[in-house]
C-alpha cells in the first residue's frame, strides 16, 4: 500500500533569513510512504499529516534539509512498517516568481529472513 498526503499547508517558521525567522510563512508538505498492509493493521494518515504539522511548527527549522531529515526520523521511529518514504517541503511564497522545494526519498533496509 501506498499513502500519498499531497499539499499539506502549514503556516510555519522556517528558514534563515531574518525575516523567515521572525514571520510564519506557508510551507507545502507531501508525502508518500509505502507499507505493508497486514492483519488489518494500518497507517492512519490523519495521525501522519498532524504529525508532520506539529513537528514542523514546533522545530521552527533552519533548513529544508534539516527539516527532511528530522521528518524521515521521526516517521520511521513512529511507523516501522514503512519501508520507503518520500518528502517533499516547498516554500511557495519565498521568491515572488517561483516555488522552491526540496525533497528526498529513503528506502529501509530489507528485513532478513523477508
Known sequence: MTIHIESLRID??????????????????????????????????ALLAEMIEKRIKTMR???????LLDLEKTILETYPAI????????KPDILKN?????????????????
Open 12 to 45: 510555519a517558521v522556517i528558514g534563515l533569513l531574518d525575516f523567515e525567522r521572525e514571520f510564519e510563512q506557508r510551507v507545502i508538505v507531501d508525502l508518500e510512504a509505502c507499507y505493508t498492509f497486514e492483519n488489518d493493521h494500518f497507517i492512519n494518515y
Open 83 to 90: 519501508t520507503t518514504l518520500k518528502l517533499k517541503i516547498s
Open 98 to 114: 517561483c516555488t522552491v522545494a526540496l525533497s528526498h526519498k529513503w528506502k529501509r533496509p530489507a528485513t532478513p529472513g523477508r
Open 61 to 67: 527549522y533552519r533548513l529544508l534539509e534539516e527539516a
